[in-house]
């Protein structure tokens, strides 16, 4: 709790450049994160469809972007990977949501350093630019995939996309983690200082406590992230060999000696594991506050959903190894890496025992954001299901590499997340711009994305099983492969599917922006303090008074309260938390 | 909106299971010794996690459709947890998670940290952009130098890999394109990489190792059965990672050292 006056409070700013463009309010600012995160998500999943298309109809040549090489198609495997981790999966959830709704859920008037927030996001719009120009320059993209490991990624004459726009990708992914710390310092100092009067650590939303906590991974995975990236440059441009021992290229030897190619794993992993969970635990937090507010119940457990959430990110760091059990890296530990991943499925089913826990003996109303908490609480426990194979080094054998992983993280990283961001999106809109989305486009939407979703990755598990590599841009090569190719075509019919369902959500978007029913301040009937505030909330969120907060975040259904929600904000009684 | 939700749940978590418990897509057989343990373990794993799976799944559905907002004031339950229930199943969970984890770490013992034994088939298995090389070192049993100057991948064989032909442990080394094994015998390997990183992945081994430039990787399997089994390589080489495959051709003794000594002739 702040004592002192806050220091970075701003006057409204006048004129567009100042309140749309390069603006210090928060709530723009995240505004300005999502739509770079839903212009990557489109590029992103677009490039998913070129390579659901290009695996089954290998010859097809495409409008725009005509016949798919090899190496075009392992460019797209990578620019998809790099966009949706680092630009739809970091962006959205922590960058948008995170900026626009925390300061708000905690009663601040802004972000506590309003300047780094917006750095932060124009940093990031530079990384995205940066990123994008892989495409355009000689060569095109990289084609070494979102891991980019070494040497492939370390040497320019691996393959084509390895000169110019393998250097536009670390250099992208560099920026990004510059302005990831900045955007992590701002959200930890903002959560611990900017509390208002009454707003105690155990009174935060899980929301807050999922932003806070993503906050902390951030800043300690991606300085990692900076470092190893910048000693590939290096490696790359001045010939140092960090991760490039004596290598030969098609007969030429190389000018490297002494690198570890594990090294670079072990670096980008320290920060690519907890990155799983940057990209997860703000869904889990937006999970746990639609939950409760539809189900009109508070959260069951939200102390254990706290410590739950403190717990993944501790583990998240000890855990890395569990992606290099077939590199050569000593067994022994592999052995040690595996118990701490299973450790770390402990915190993860709390939360789900915790989830329907909430829904029971609840009164649930149904409207879109739930839907997507729900779907989310399925996927969840879809795709972490899997976890514990994977977890295991001996299944590893088989499994590792193989199209088991990306069914795996697709469902709880990719999915999942996407599923709290569309939560999220529902759940929010109306603050945001003061009208509903439309409901009926919004269950279209979720019904259709629900069961395609499913319909692409759990079939995805039985091609891994089957020993279909990941990576591959055909499946002509290996006989053993032409017997999965059927299976192969039904994920990428519902791939189509899928993805052109998104254009409903893009529309309904835009068109409930201008033409969406007017929204009341607190349509939900929901408790926490973005929700006692004018909609869409004035420049200093609160319209010159700071809120004192009486409340836990999720008293629903209070015996003899006066109606079925208590308000953060409501005066003191004594009957709840 | 309730039943549709426990009807969607319940159908996509029917069909997911099924399709497991079917097999319609499944490992291919494993022929190599250890592949039944590694197969176990799995359905092991398999059942502990599609039990959790069909409870987690069914009690969303029935959740969703059972506490479904009716319009009537049915009380609901007011409550912020359970110590007890929240200690439970934490302590079942972990429980479950770390049980199934020591049940399979003898299996991952037996493959990785014991070297291969005393009289098993030696076979230095090299990865480079898009091919896979298999030396046997001959009589003498030693490997002979390589050198990555003398490497020239369009001559194929023994210049691929930079066999140094001026050291005598190399004049009886045999390299190929495609892997003999003897049946039963457990193989020595050695894998290497000279470019990029490789996997050599043999499903019908259950074996996978990734190929790493700089080191030398010893790992051990033993083929149970006859016959010809695929290498797909498994970790992103290269515009030709798709059609980086191989043959591992698993024969007889007999077979095997007559092809041993045709190829030793012929050099």
């Given at each position: 709790m702040s004592t002192h006056a806050p220091v970075h409070v701003h006057a409204a700013p006048q004129g567009f450049i100042r309140k749309y463009i390069f603006s210090l309010d928060h709530k723009v600012i995240g505004l300005q994160y999502y739509f770079l995160a839903l212009t990557s998500v489109f590029i992103g999943m677009?490039?998913?469809?070129?390579?659901?298309?290009?695996?089954?109809?290998?010859?097809?040549?495409?409008?725009?972007?005509?016949?798919?090489k090899p190496e075009n198609y392992l460019a797209f495997v990578t620019m998809h990977g790099t966009i949706m981790v680092f630009f739809v999966l970091t962006t959205a959830p922590q960058g948008g949501f995170g900026n626009y709704i925390l300061p708000i859920q905690i009663g601040a008037p802004d972000m506590a350093f309003p300047v780094l927030n917006m750095l932060s996001f124009w940093t990031t719009f530079v990384g995205f630019v940066a990123l994008i120009a892989a495409f355009f320059v000689s060569g095109g993209a990289p084609l070494h995939g979102w891991t980019g490991y070494a040497p492939l990624s370390a040497l320019q004459s691996a393959g084509p996309g390895q000169g110019l726009g393998a250097d536009l990708w670390i250099t992208s992914i560099a920026i990004f983690c510059i302005a990831s710390l900045m955007g992590a310092l701002n959200f930890i100092t903002t959560t611990l200082d900017l509390r208002a009067k009454g707003m105690k650590l155990m009174r935060m939303p899980l929301t807050v406590w999922a932003w806070f906590i993503t906050a902390i991974l951030g800043l300690l995975a991606f300085g990692v992230l900076l470092s190893a990236g910048i000693l590939l440059l290096l490696d790359r441009n001045l010939g140092t060999s960090f991760y490039?021992?004596?290598?030969?290229?098609?007969?030429?030897?190389?000018?490297?000696?002494?690198?570890?190619?594990?090294?670079?794993?072990?670096?980008?992993?320290?920060f690519g594991h907890p990155e799983?969970?940057?990209?997860?635990?703000?869904?889990?937090?937006?999970?746990?506050?639609?939950?409760?507010?539809?189900?009109?119940?508070?959260?069951?457990?939200y102390k254990a959903m706290v410590y739950a959430l403190m717990g993944i990110g501790l583990l998240g760091f000890m855990v890395w190894g569990h992606h290099m059990f077939m590199s050569g890296m000593s067994p022994y530990s592999a052995f040690a890496f595996s118990l701490m991943t299973m450790a770390i499925g402990v915190p993860s089913a709390i939360k789900t025992f915790n989830w329907l826990g909430t829904l029971y003996k609840a009164r649930i109303r149904f409207h879109t954001p739930m839907l997507y908490a729900i779907g989310f609480v399925s996927l969840f426990v879809s795709g972490g299901l899997s976890g514990p194979f994977l977890a295991q080094p001996v299944l590893d054998i088989p499994l590792h590499d193989t199209a088991f992983v990306p069914a795996h993280f697709h469902l709880i990283m990719g999915v999942a997340a996407i599923f709290g961001i569309f939560a999220a999106t529902y759940y929010w809109f109306p603050k945001m711009f003061g009208r509903m989305m439309n409901e009926s486009l919004g269950r279209i939407h979720f019904w259709i994305t629900l069961v395609g979703t499913y319909a692409i990755f759990m079939p995805m598990h039985y091609l891994g099983l089957a020993g279909q590599p990941r990576r591959y841009s055909q499946f002509t090569e290996v006989a053993y492969l032409h017997n999965l190719i059927p299976l192969n075509k039904f994920i990428t019919y519902a791939a189509i599917i899928t993805i052109s369902a998104q254009l409903i959500f893009l529309f309904n978007l835009f068109w409930s922006m201008w033409k969406g029913a007017k929204a009341s301040d607190n349509p939900w009937e929901a408790t926490t303090l973005e929700w006692t505030t004018a909609t869409p909330p004035p420049h200093d969120n609160f319209g010159g008074h700071t809120p004192v907060v009486?409340?836990?975040?999720?008293?629903?259904?209070?015996?003899?309260?006066?109606?079925?929600?208590?308000?953060?904000?409501?005066?003191?009684?004594?009957?709840?938390? | 909106m309730g039943l549709a939700l426990?009807?969607?749940?319940?159908?996509i978590t029917f069909a997911?299971?099924?399709?497991?418990?079917?097999?319609?897509?499944?490992?291919?057989?494993?022929?190599?010794?250890?592949?039944?343990?590694?197969?176990?373990?799995?359905?092991?794993?398999?059942?502990?996690?599609?039990?959790?799976?069909?409870l987690a799944q069914g009690?969303?559905?029935?959740?969703?459709?059972?506490?479904?907002?009716?319009?009537?004031?049915?009380?609901?339950?007011?409550?912020?947890?359970?110590?007890?229930?929240?200690?439970?199943?934490?302590?079942?969970?972990?429980?479950?998670?770390?049980?199934?984890?020591?049940?399979?770490?003898?299996?991952w013992a037996a493959e990785r940290f014991e070297p291969a034994h005393p009289g098993s088939v030696p076979v230095e298995v090299t990865g480079m952009q898009f091919a896979w090389y298999f030396r046997y070192p001959g009589a003498d049993g030693k490997y002979g130098a390589t050198n990555p100057k003398l490497i020239d991948p369009s001559s194929g064989n023994e210049a691929a890999i930079g066999l140094d032909t001026s050291d005598p442990a190399a004049k009886d080394d045999v390299v190929t394109g495609t892997m003999y094994l003897p049946v039963n015998r457990e193989v020595d390997l050695t894998l290497r990489a000279v470019d990029v990183i490789h996997s050599f992945f043999v499903p019908n081994m259950r074996f996978k190792q990734d190929a790493v430039p700089g080191l030398a990787i010893r790992m051990h399997f033993t083929p149970i059965a006859v016959g010809d089994y695929e290498i797909a390589c498994a970790e992103l080489c290269g515009l030709g990672h798709y059609k980086m495959h191989g043959m591992v051709k698993v024969v007889s003794q007999d077979d095997y050292d007559k092809w041993l000594a045709a190829r030793e002739a012929a050099k």
């Open positions: 677009f490039l998913s469809l070129l390579m659901r298309v290009h695996l089954i109809w290998p010859q097809a040549v495409l409008p725009l972007v005509g016949d798919i490039v021992p004596l290598v030969v290229v098609n007969g030429q030897v190389m000018g490297h000696k002494g690198g570890s190619p594990l090294l670079w794993q072990h670096l980008f992993w320290f799983v969970y940057i990209a997860i635990l703000p869904g889990m937090g937006v999970t746990s506050q639609v939950l409760s507010t539809f189900a009109r119940k508070p959260i069951f457990g009486n409340h836990g975040p999720y008293e629903y259904s209070v015996p003899g309260a006066p109606r079925d929600y208590i308000m953060q904000n409501d005066p003191a009684t004594a009957s709840t938390h | 426990l009807l969607v749940i319940w159908l997911s299971t099924y399709f497991f418990i079917a097999k319609t897509w499944w490992f291919p057989v494993g022929y190599s010794a250890a592949a039944a343990a590694i197969d176990h373990q799995f359905t092991v794993t398999f059942i502990l996690m599609g039990i959790v799976f069909v009690a969303l559905g029935l959740f969703a459709w059972r506490y479904r907002d009716r319009g009537d004031a049915h009380p609901v339950q007011y409550s912020h947890g359970n110590i007890t229930l929240e200690v439970i199943w934490t302590a079942l969970t972990a429980v479950l998670f770390i049980g199934l984890n020591l049940a399979g770490s003898p299996i």
